[in-house]
């Protein structure tokens, strides 16, 4: 099998049937989510796991009703920093550099220049940047589900809000981004399942250029290298 | 080989060989990046493939001077719908419901409703969530790339508003959002190949939660259910 096959056969399952996946493939997914990139190695966000069926039928209520979210085997919620400090930031990269043996210093510059940028962009933008990278991470959990042939349905449609109230994440520094009930798809009752996966041609998906194809008219900086504020 | 291998192997290649990869990996990674899913199915962004040299040395200078951009084989750019309207929406569920067979009028009391959404969150927002999207999609590369033992470098530094001018993007309703450079490894001169991949701890990383650890005292909305919308 290959991601092309995993990504062909997976689709946004509409109605799972209640049957829990072993946890070798939960540890599998949430495996593939861990190790996915992000911005500055930062892994700004984590991923809270809920069987609880109390609790999924709280969560259903914030999620537009969606039956996934009570008949999945497990729900992932996705939640990301919701901004960005030198505490933060400090602490993953020391945490790094002591696994890599080397000294907290050598990302001192680098993380200064981060910072700056972060600081300039504001709170609500970090809020996003940080959302983002966990878009990474639940990709990677979306393709190593499909990779176990379990199903997962991506969903953004719900209350963020209100799913933070109720999984007591105001003030801990995170907030939820997206979730992904994880189950198996019950076909019989399923909309979407035999419908046609469609998505944009090639030709508009994708666009090759060249300088051709460029402004010549940009003005550019003068070249300054990242990776030049990190001590090597 | 499988999915958590491939994320094992792969790491954010500092310095590439120039070598050439062929057509039909190329073309792979392109695809695993067009079959991502995308909010409502939208897939509100596009990837723009560049190999020319003498645009990659001029992106090269609006991306903080990283070698990677002019000695990779090709350059990715992902690029979002900078907002949403009413017929950039309507374009792209009229083409699903054709390639579905079924009237363009399912989707509209759907539309409606995300329309209403998108607009209340405004613009800024609206650039966000598209970019969002284009994660998922960068995300199937990366992994894509790593099946193929292709190595790439997922890129968040560059500045975004000088490659939208330099792409001639101004104007074309899409923004850049990341970019990869897809090539091969200079081990030797790449100081990043041999340093160990960290990642935060599985018990930093995953939580479990029950009833016990939610919140009692949200008021939750009355059930809406946003499938309702579509016409089945």
Chains 1, 2 share one sequence.
């Not at 861990?34 to 914030?62: C, F, H, M, N, T």
């Not at 990677?140 to 994440?169: C, H, R, W, Y």
């Amino acid at each position: 099998m290959s991601l092309l096959t995993d990504l062909e056969w997976r689709y946004a399952t509409k109605k799972m049937n209640g049957k829990k996946i072993p946890q070798e493939k939960l540890d599998y997914i949430l495996e593939a989510a861990r190790l996915a990139p992000s911005s500055s190695g930062l892994q700004q966000y984590k991923v809270i796991v809920i069987s609880d069926s109390a609790l999924l039928e709280r969560i259903r209520l914030v999620a537009y009703d969606q039956s996934q979210i009570t008949d999945c085997s497990h729900l992932l919620v996705f939640a990301a920093w919701d901004g960005y400090t030198d505490e933060r930031i400090s602490n993953v990269f020391n945490y790094i550099m002591d696994e890599r043996g080397l000294p907290h210093e050598t990302m001192d510059g680098y993380k200064q220049v981060i910072l700056d940028l972060y600081e300039r962009s504001g709170q609500e933008w970090q809020a996003h940047h940080a959302a983002k990278q966990s878009y990474i991470s639940f990709a990677m959990a979306i393709a190593a589900a499909a990779e176990q042939k379990v199903d997962a349905t991506p969903i953004e449609g719900f209350l963020s809000e209100k799913l933070d109230e109720l999984l007591n994440l105001k003030g801990s520094g995170y907030k939820s981004t997206v979730i992904l009930p994880l189950g198996y798809r019950e076909s019989e009752q399923d909309w979407l399942v035999n419908m046609k996966k469609v998505r944009t041609p090639k030709s508009m998906f994708i666009t090759e250029m060249t300088m051709a194809d460029a402004s010549t008219d940009v003005d550019l900086p003068a070249p300054m290298n990242l990776d030049s504020f990190v001590q090597k």
